[in-house]
C-alpha cells in the first residue's frame, strides 16, 4: 500500500519547511492537503503553489487533497461550515464554489483524489439532504476536469455508513467517483471488516486512525481498539493499493499535550506502521 499523511496534524501551522522536512523523515512519500485557510490558501494560487513546491522539494507528491470544511482554520468554531448536502441553495453553492476552487488548484497541479463529506445530519437527511448532495457532485463533476477524482467519505454517523456511500458512488463512473473509507469512522459506526468487504473495488482512498468506538479521536494505530490485525489483511484482500493516509490529530496542544513535539508523534506512527503492515507497504 502507498503510504500518506494528512496535513490534518498540522491544521494549526504554516506548512513551511519545518512541517514539510517531517514527511521523508519519517516515511511518507505523499500528502493529502487539509484545504482549510490559512493552513491551505486554495483560494491563493501563489502561496498554495509555493506550498506544494515545498513538498515537492522534500520528494513529496501531493496525492490527495481534502475539500474545505470552514471557509478559516481561525475561527473554525464560529463560522457556518461548508455543506455539500445544504438544503439551503446559497450556502450550498458556496460549498460546492469553495471546492470547485480546491479541486481545481489540485487539477492544475497535476490531479489526484479531492475527499468530500457528505455532511448528513444523524436524522431526516432523506431525501432532500440526499438530493442536494446528489446536485452538488453533478456540479463538481461538470466544473472539475477529468484528472481528478471524487472520494466520498463515510462519517461516524448512521447516516454516513459504507452502505449510504456506496448507494451514492454506484450511481457514477469508477474514474470520477470512488469511496474514501475512515476505518475510524467505520469502528465507532460499523463494522471495519464488513466496510471494507462492502466497499471491494470502489475503494480508492483510506483514512486511517484509531480510537476506542465512541469518539473520533485521530490517535495513532496501536493506541485505540481498530482491529488492525484484521483491517489491513481485508485491505490487501480487496486488492486496495493506496493511498493509505493518516489522518492524525495535534495532541502536541493544550495544557496537558500528550507528545512533545511531531517528532513524538511520527515516530510513535512510524513504528505503529511498521508493526500493523508488517513491513509490507
Known amino acids: 500500500m502507498e503510504l500518506s499523511l494528512s496535513t490534518h496534524l498540522f491544521t494549526f501551522h504554516p506548512l ?3 512541517i514539510a522536512s517531517l514527511f521523508p523523515r519519517f516515511g511518507f512519500p505523499q500528502a493529502e492537503l487539509w484545504a482549510m485557510p490559512p493552513h491551505f490558501p486554495y483560494d491563493d494560487p501563489h502561496e498554495a503553489d509555493r506550498i506544494a513546491d515545498r513538498l515537492a522539494s522534500n520528494g513529496v507528491r501531493i496525492a ?26 446559497e450556502h450550498r453553492q458556496a460549498s460546492v464554489g469553495a471546492t470547485a476552487r480546491a479541486a481545481g488548484w489540485l487539477s492544475r497541479r ?11 445530519p444523524t436524522e431526516n437527511w432523506y431525501p432532500r439532504r440526499w438530493a442536494a448532495f446528489l446536485s452538488s457532485l453533478n456540479e463538481l463533476l461538470a466544473l472539475v476536469p477529468e484528472n ?4 466520498v467519505e463515510n462519517t461516524p454517523l448512521a447516516s454516513g455508513r459504507a452502505e449510504t456511500v456506496l ?19 467505520a469502528h465507532i459506526q460499523e463494522n471495519v471488516l464488513n466496510a471494507i468487504r462492502a466497499c471491494g473495488d470502489r475503494l480508492i482512498h483510506v483514512h486511517a486512525s484509531d480510537n476506542h468506538a465512541s469518539r473520533d479521536d485521530h490517535f495513532v494505530p496501536g493506541r485505540g481498539s481498530v482491529p488492525w490485525n484484521l483491517a489491513i489483511p481485508a485491505l490487501r484482500e ?18 496537558n499535550p500528550q507528545y512533545g ?11 505503529a506502521l511498521a508493526r500493523i503492515l508488517g513491513g509490507n507497504t
Do not use: M, N
Request: charged fraction near 30%; charge should be negative.
Open 167 to 185: 448507494d451514492i458512488v454506484h450511481r457514477y463512473p469508477p474514474g470520477r467517483v470512488g469511496v474514501c473509507l475512515d476505518l475510524g469512522h
Open 16 to 18: 513551511d519547511e519545518s
Open 261 to 271: 513535539s511531531f517528532d513524538e508523534v511520527l515516530a510513535e506512527c512510524r513504528d
Open 148 to 151: 481528478v477524482r471524487f472520494a
Open 64 to 89: 490527495s487533497l481534502h475539500s474545505p470544511l470552514y471557509p478559516d482554520v481561525r475561527t473554525y468554531r464560529e463560522d457556518r461550515w461548508f455543506s455539500l448536502s445544504s438544503e439551503e441553495e
Open 110 to 120: 497535476g490531479g489526484g483524489t479531492v475527499v468530500l463529506h457528505t455532511t448528513f
Open 238 to 255: 480487496v486488492g486496495f493499493k493506496g493511498p493509505f493516509t493518516l489522518e492524525l490529530r495535534d495532541y502536541t496542544r493544550g495544557d
